[in-house]
């Protein structure tokens, strides 16, 4: 059902490779919403993927990107200015990768280059995408910019590895940024902590399902999915959440407020002794 939040609303949306990405999902859900859009991904991604697809869909243009080059920002702000006729109203961030977890290194034994990286891709590229978007003058007063994150930026997740600190980075740029771009151009900026999803990525994730399954039993409500993840996406680029800035906002079925619940507990006495070691001993991970 559509609200027409959106309408006459502009919007960049990055980070759609295939069905499984959110922000196809988010892609989707803006212009059924009244928005129009344009589309981008790394070069390589949109050769792999099947955004071209989403694009062909929704009537709109890809741009190839590379979020961490500050020249292949400036054309994606400018040639969606020039496309859509006018400054930008809403901007999704959906990227991240670690080379790291590709390569299965732990966050003890991690390659410094690789970490770098990660940061770059992850988190920097934002910071790149907001600096570069202020500098054209390219977003609307009362513009809306959010990023994808999640929970283990504040809490330690086994497996999530080096992605944890490119998070925690996200969102102090969120913050740091929200209070300069908000007291300039009014223009507001949050990160949605959101829960684990099975998307392209994601799926790197050492432990990807378990995490998931324990997700949905530690929260009242359950996981939420991309489309869910969508859905809240578009709340924040509307002007019903004009005052929400610099915000951290958890969209995970109450999981960040959990303790324990009885059916998290009840999993957790169930599997024990399938990481406990031939002495006894219990194996951490």
Same mark, same amino acid.
């Given at each position: 059902?559509? @609200?027409?939040?959106?309408?006459?609303?502009?919007?960049?949306?990055?980070?759609?490779?295939?069905?499984?990405?959110?922000?196809?999902?988010?892609?989707?859900?803006?212009?059924?919403?009244?928005?129009?859009?344009?589309?981008?991904?790394?070069?390589?991604?949109?050769?792999?993927?099947?955004?071209?697809?989403?694009?062909?869909?929704?009537?709109?243009?890809?741009?190839?990107?590379?979020?961490?080059?500050?020249?292949?920002?400036?054309?994606?702000?400018?040639?969606?200015?020039?496309?859509?006729?006018?400054?930008?109203?809403?901007?999704?961030?959906?990227?991240?990768?670690?080379?790291?977890?590709?390569?299965?290194?732990?966050?003890?034994?991690?390659?410094?280059?690789?970490?770098?990286?990660?940061?770059?891709?992850?988190?920097?590229?934002?910071?790149?995408?907001?600096?570069?978007?202020?500098?054209?003058?390219?977003?609307?007063? @009362?513009?809306?910019?959010?990023?994808?994150?999640?929970?283990?930026?504040?809490?330690?997740?086994?497996? @999530?590895?080096?992605?944890?600190?490119?998070?925690?980075?996200?969102?102090?740029?969120?913050?740091?940024?929200?209070?300069?771009?908000?007291?300039?151009?009014?223009?507001?900026?949050?990160?949605?902590?959101?829960?684990?999803?099975?998307?392209?990525?994601?799926?790197?994730?050492?432990?990807?399902?378990?995490?998931?399954?324990?997700?949905?039993?530690?929260?009242?409500?359950?996981?939420?999915?991309?489309?869910?993840?969508?859905?809240?996406?578009?709340?924040?680029?509307?002007?019903?959440?004009?005052?929400?800035?610099?915000?951290?906002?958890?969209?995970?079925?109450?999981?960040?407020?959990?303790?324990?619940?009885?059916?998290?507990?009840?999993?957790?006495?169930?599997?024990?002794?399938?990481?406990?070691?031939?002495?006894?001993?219990?194996?951490?991970?």
């Amino acid at each position: 059902m559509s @609200y027409n939040l959106l309408k006459g609303k502009r919007g960049v949306i990055f980070g759609a490779l295939n069905e499984m990405s959110i922000a196809w999902k988010v892609a989707e859900r803006a212009v059924e919403e009244g928005a129009v859009i344009t589309l981008t991904n790394t070069p390589m991604a949109v050769r792999m993927g099947t955004i071209n697809d989403l694009a062909e869909k929704l009537k709109t243009e890809v741009i190839p990107c590379d979020a961490t080059s500050v020249e292949d920002l400036t054309t994606v702000f400018e040639r969606s200015q020039e496309l859509l006729g006018g400054k930008i109203d809403f901007v999704l961030h959906s990227i991240g990768m670690s080379p790291n977890v590709r390569k299965k290194r732990t966050y003890d034994d991690l390659d410094y280059d690789m970490l770098s990286k990660t940061l770059d891709i992850s988190a920097v590229s934002f910071h790149k995408m907001i600096q570069c978007a202020k500098k054209l003058d390219a977003i609307n007063e @009362y513009g809306s910019i959010v990023a994808l994150s999640y929970v283990a930026s504040q809490r330690t997740f086994f497996g @999530y590895n080096d992605m944890a600190d490119a998070k925690s980075l996200l969102e102090s740029i969120a913050r740091s940024f929200g209070y300069i771009y908000g007291r300039e151009r009014n223009v507001r900026i949050n990160t949605v902590s959101q829960s684990p999803t099975q998307t392209t990525a994601g799926s790197g994730v050492k432990g990807m399902d378990h995490l998931m399954d324990f997700s949905d039993k530690m929260s009242p409500l359950g996981n939420a999915n991309a489309d869910e993840c969508a859905d809240y996406c578009i709340t924040l680029f509307s002007d019903l959440t004009r005052k929400v800035t610099m915000q951290n906002l958890f969209h995970d079925g109450g999981f960040s407020s959990m303790g324990m619940s009885l059916r998290a507990m009840n999993q957790y006495s169930k599997g024990i002794e399938e990481f406990i070691d031939e002495n006894g001993k219990i194996i951490y991970g």
